[in-house]
């Protein structure tokens, strides 16, 4: 089901950053301002409750943090202030690396991250949203005239409705509604959609919800030394500008750790890096979830650090050109674009991108630069 209510009920009920006075990143202080004007009694009471329980917590989820990644009691002790002061998770301190309680002025907190999004990105909450379903993104890319994986085919109830020839290619099924390379198959190789759909494995025609089948995407030459066996990606951020125009605020390239792996998400244990928004290049590179950073890539050998991405200005000018063009409706995007011998081709669009990953690869705070005033901006705007 693509709509999850587990996950929608979990974001329903916004923290807010302290038990009185709001303790978050400068570039939202007026945001929260006005939030706290508007709070009944009522409200303001049950905030300073839930508050006052973050506080508790923090001790504990500090101790569970440093098992989960084999840190010291220096630092557990360290994170705990930090956190306290700051009202900060713990586990925060630990992904964003940080060392004073000062550095998280320019980060956003992953709690805050749902109820600033559901503000400014009201579409992104429902079940109609284009981007949260590849066949209707698909659909906006075609009519727009955008770069995407063709669909071979679509599996829904049992039934296989046929789209693009097979044409003898290697393809792959995916979940419509899937997210983090979740539910991905490996199909292999067939002549025509009669063979396909004689052959197409029973888990598929069972699956609940659609599957999408699509060609296997070929990875650009450039960067087959990084790719291993999985499609690396480049997930762009845009957000529309002042006047309304898209803006490339963010960029972060995902790869694969693993040989054995499908798909470049940090869930399957992928590299991020950060990427250098003018020149395309890449920074130190890291898993998501902890672990030490490389330079180079820890299986190939091949180098990371100043490495420039094929074709960046066409990649960073597509998710520009998609948002003003088909996706005009979100003030915010998460694109995953993929870098082939062909040019940059848009696999999938995010209207919940998430703050983790941008922020642990970049080794800085998404407020420090146009994201954060492009933020405020849509928050006030929005108000």
């Known amino acids: 089901m693509g709509y999850d209510r587990l996950y929608f009920l979990k974001k329903a009920y916004a923290i807010y950053p302290g038990v009185t006075t709001p303790v978050s990143g400068g570039f939202l202080a007026e945001h929260y301002r006005r939030r706290r004007a508007r709070r009944g009694p009522l409200r303001a009471a049950l905030d300073a409750a839930v508050g006052l329980g973050f506080q508790a917590w923090i001790p504990w989820r500090a101790r569970k943090v440093q098992r989960k990644f084999g840190l010291d009691d220096a630092w557990r002790a360290r994170a705990v202030e930090i956190a306290r002061a700051r009202f900060a998770d713990p586990q925060d301190v630990a992904l964003f690396r940080i060392e004073r309680g000062e550095a998280l002025d320019g980060y956003i907190r992953r709690f805050e991250d749902a109820a600033l999004n559901k503000r400014i990105n009201p579409l992104g909450w429902t079940p109609q949203c284009a981007l949260a379903d590849k066949a209707r993104f698909y659909a906006r890319c075609a009519q727009a005239g955008l770069p995407h994986p063709e669909t071979v085919a679509t599996v829904a109830g049992g039934v296989v409705a046929p789209g693009a020839d097979p044409a003898g290619r290697e393809l792959v099924a995916k979940p419509a509604d899937g997210e983090g390379g979740d539910g991905v198959v490996m199909l292999g190789r067939f002549a025509d959609a009669g063979e396909l759909a004689a052959a197409l494995p029973p888990t598929l025609r069972t699956a609940k919800g659609t599957m999408v089948i699509q060609p296997r995407i070929a990875t650009h030459p450039a960067l087959a030394d990084l790719a ?125 991108p998430g703050v983790l990953m941008p922020q642990r690869a970049a080794r800085k705070g998404l407020g420090e630069g146009r994201y954060g005033q492009l933020l405020a901006h849509h928050l006030a705007t929005k108000a």
């Open 228 to 352: 291993l066996g999985a499609l690396p990606t480049v997930r762009v951020v845009t957000i529309l500008d002042e006047a309304g125009r898209p803006e490339v605020v963010s960029a972060t390239f995902r790869f694969a750790s693993d040989p054995a792996a499908k798909v470049d998400n940090m869930k399957a244990g992928g590299l991020i890096a950060g990427v250098d928004l003018e020149a395309g290049t890449l920074g130190v590179a890291c898993k998501g979830y902890g672990g030490g950073d490389h330079e180079a890539h820890p299986v190939t050998g091949a180098r990371i650090v100043g490495r420039a991405l094929p074709d960046w200005a066409a990649t960073a000018a597509l998710c520009a050109r998609a948002h003003a063009e088909a996706f005009a409706d979100y003030a915010l995007i998460g694109w995953d674009v993929a870098m082939t011998p062909d040019g940059p081709l848009l696999i999938e669009g995010n209207g919940k």
